[in-house]
């Protein structure tokens, strides 16, 4: 391939990983967290990343970060957005991609993340983090947010059966504030994309709750159909 | 500045401009393209982009690019999508960092189009595009589409003071598509943004139809009171 460009100036390029898990029984939104392992901020509170390899495309070097942090390949990830600030890494000048990605965290091996040094954080108690990530983070929480408005993004997080309660749940804990629940229950019944098993799930309650599971191929027909996802509540 | 990572691989890194502009006489949403200046694909129509530079953020370029195609400043522009695969560019490894612009075409300055040598096409009519560039503008495309459903971005393509005919030619201009117009002007009007002024247009219809204006302070009012703007046509 003739180098066109040769003479032009080149930069840095990153990815960086929101991961966002939520367990099902804190009820809480999580972000996997690390301790970076290189100069500068060495030990600090960091997101995931890594540098953009020359024969690497950029949504295959977030999948790569993510692979060797949870042993994870088949997990929902979209890329967020392109922080570009000249000086906004102090190791020199670094454009970074960030993603955010939405994992189950039962489905994270615990021996995989404790050799990287990872760990869930909470949301709400996120410790301060180098550069910018804060910000990376606050918009890959505001995407999320809008997200589980317009698309079913949310059953990402939760395990393949779920009653209304632990979906509600979900919702709260991204949203961080209560939701009320007969229009929650309303809305999501009436999109007809839950299939009601039967089986219930007791060990919240004595009288027990109907397991519910998310069929994709229904979202995908009615979206053929021109329906649109919304779940938008108040 | 200690440059930390300076045994790492570098990346030419570029902004393309997705620059749209609505013509409200053809009703038309509208694409500016240029002819390539530089090998390879020489000539050929392409979006309007530039190198990021070693002391200029990636907005900033993206703003450069717009200014100096349009000789304009103040203008809406969002960043849409980093596209990193490692062989997009015949040229060389390039990530490129598109951005969506909107203007009224009536801004323009003529003579610096003229020079750039950029060209408004009809969205339905684009000419064919190098590298990934279609691409790029489906996606921004998209984004506008989905961008003027939940937020007021379809008033920075029209002038200031607009019919409601000519509200909807825009979104149908948009959608490419015709949209229910009794509906169209109940959701619009119920919302409460926009000013009735006491002046007709007078030149598409002898009984005339009376202007309206846009309010960003009342949408700013509303934002804060949780207000969502929503404007889902069918």
């Known amino acids: ?10 930069h840095l ?7 966002f898990g939520y367990d099902i029984r804190d ?19 960091s997101l995931p990343g890594g540098f953009v390899k020359k024969e690497e495309g950029v949504s295959e070097a977030a999948r790569r970060v993510l692979y060797q942090l949870t042993g994870l390949k088949d ?7 392109a922080w570009g600030d000249v000086h906004r ?3 020199g000048r670094v454009i970074t991609i960030s993603h955010f990605a939405l994992i189950n965290t039962f489905e994270l091996n615990p021996v995989m993340t404790e050799a990287s040094a990872a760990h869930w954080r909470s949301i709400s108690r996120i410790p301060e983090l180098i550069f910018d990530h804060k910000k990376i983070v606050e918009r890959a929480h505001y995407e999320l947010k809008e997200g589980i408005k317009l698309k079913p993004v949310g059953f990402e997080l939760l395990p393949e059966k779920f009653t209304l309660v632990q979906l509600q749940d979900l919702y709260e804990a991204i949203y961080q504030r209560k939701i009320d629940k007969r229009n929650f229950r309303k809305k999501i019944i009436s999109m007809n994309l839950l299939e009601k098993l039967d089986e219930k799930e ?14 994709p191929s229904k979202y995908d027909d009615f979206k053929r159909q021109g329906f649109y996802f919304s779940l938008d509540v108040q």
Chains 1, 2 share one sequence.
């Open 1 to 10: 391939m003739v180098d066109h460009y040769a003479v032009l100036e080149k």
């Open 13 to 19: 390029v990153a990815v960086d990983c929101v991961i």
């Open 27 to 45: 009820k809480e939104l999580k972000l996997l967290l690390i301790r970076r392992r290189f100069e500068p901020e060495l030990g600090k509170w």
């Open 75 to 81: 997990v929902y990830m979209k890329q967020s957005y």
């Open 89 to 91: 890494d102090t190791g």
């Open 202 to 215: 007791k060990e919240t309650s004595k009288k027990g709750a109907y397991y519910y599971r998310f069929i």
